[in-house]
């Protein structure tokens, strides 16, 4: 395993567009789970993942690698799909998608308590924890802020969904970086994709009640194509960067880019909690992922590869 890299340009760039693809999909499943059932929305939106990234695999011969590690291969698909996929979708019937959004930015603090729990104390540093509670503190005055303030709760079932699905997508990143990190992530990908796709196929099919709307139906191939495909080709390039600890830190600004996009699109207020929220998502973000300190780029890339961050983020591989 190689140091985990500082954030430097790409990594920034990687986390930018993360927080992009994985803010919208908030809005897509809420709209399509109107007229889809939830299983019918995580097998179209993994079946479509699979067919547009299988041509790129298969050129890049990235299938026989995958096919090696396949045990490992359906543990990350499970954890990073075929639960969260289905969770979110049924929670997304009871909750604001604004919520749903702030209880997924808990990912990096489930994160850094399985990164502590290995023996890792990195996170533990005043202006990372600083940052993380500032990130978090950020996402809550944007979603329970003046005019986002939640009605009725939404049910603690779909919450508990919410909160689980969390935690499962911070125990992705180290599935990846320990157990498939010699796997193409392309292979992996379109593998893991196929096979969720494959199981909740016949789930869809006994589940889908109803006739599908044109926008529901625009929704999930959204979620099929961005959200879903080029998205994991983007956070595997995002770990492979800064290390599964730091890489869910883009979740912080997952509800930023949601409320922004309504702004914009559909014409929502700017509300008070978005104005103070978002310089404080911002700066939580950035002293988690840098722990407040701006790198100059030295003329010896070679001697600050030396002093990158160790590897020690990463947690014990676990017996197989």
């Not at 502590?116 to 600083?130: K, Y």
């Not at 959204?222 to 080709?233: D, N, Q, S």
Request: proline fraction near 8%; aromatic fraction near 8%; hydrophobic fraction near 55%.
């Amino acid at each position: 395993m190689t140091a985990v890299q500082r954030f430097d340009t790409r990594a920034w760039l990687l986390f930018g567009a993360m927080a992009l693809l994985w803010g919208v999909p908030y809005l897509f499943i809420s709209i399509a789970v109107e007229t889809y059932s939830p299983a019918a929305v995580v097998a179209g939106r993994t079946l479509l993942g699979g067919l547009l990234l299988l041509p790129f695999a298969l050129r890049q011969k990235a299938l026989r690698p995958a096919f090696s590690k396949i045990g490992w291969v359906l543990a990350f698909g499970a954890i990073e799909m075929a639960g969260p996929f289905l969770l979110l979708g049924h929670a997304e019937q009871t909750l604001p998608s604004g919520l749903t959004g702030l209880l997924v930015a808990t990912v990096p603090l489930f994160a850094a308590l399985i990164a502590f729990g290995g023996g890792d104390r990195s996170m533990l540093s005043p202006a990372r924890l600083i940052g993380l509670l500032v990130g978090f503190a950020g996402v809550f005055v944007i979603v329970a802020g003046p005019g986002l303030a939640v009605e009725g709760g939404g049910g603690l079932v779909a919450v508990g969904e919410v909160l689980l699905v969390a935690a499962l997508y911070a125990i992705a990143p180290f599935v990846i970086a320990t157990k498939l990190r010699d796997v193409p992530a392309l292979g992996t990908i379109t593998l893991a994709l196929f096979a969720v796709g494959i199981f909740y196929t016949p789930i869809a099919v006994l589940t889908q009640g109803q006739v599908p709307s044109i926008e529901s139906t625009l929704s999930l191939v959204a979620l099929g194509v961005l959200c879903t495909a080029v998205a994991f080709i983007a956070f595997f390039a995002l770990i492979a960067r800064v290390g599964p600890v730091r890489a869910p830190l883009f979740t912080y600004v997952n509800p930023v880019v949601a409320i922004v996009l309504g702004t914009i699109i559909l014409a929502e207020p700017l509300t008070p909690g978005l104005l103070v929220g978002f310089p404080l998502v911002i700066l939580g973000c950035w002293l988690a992922a840098t722990g407040g300190r701006l790198r100059a780029i030295k003329p010896e890339p070679a001697r600050e590869e030396h002093k990158a961050e160790p590897a020690s983020e990463l947690p014990p591989v676990a017996p197989s």
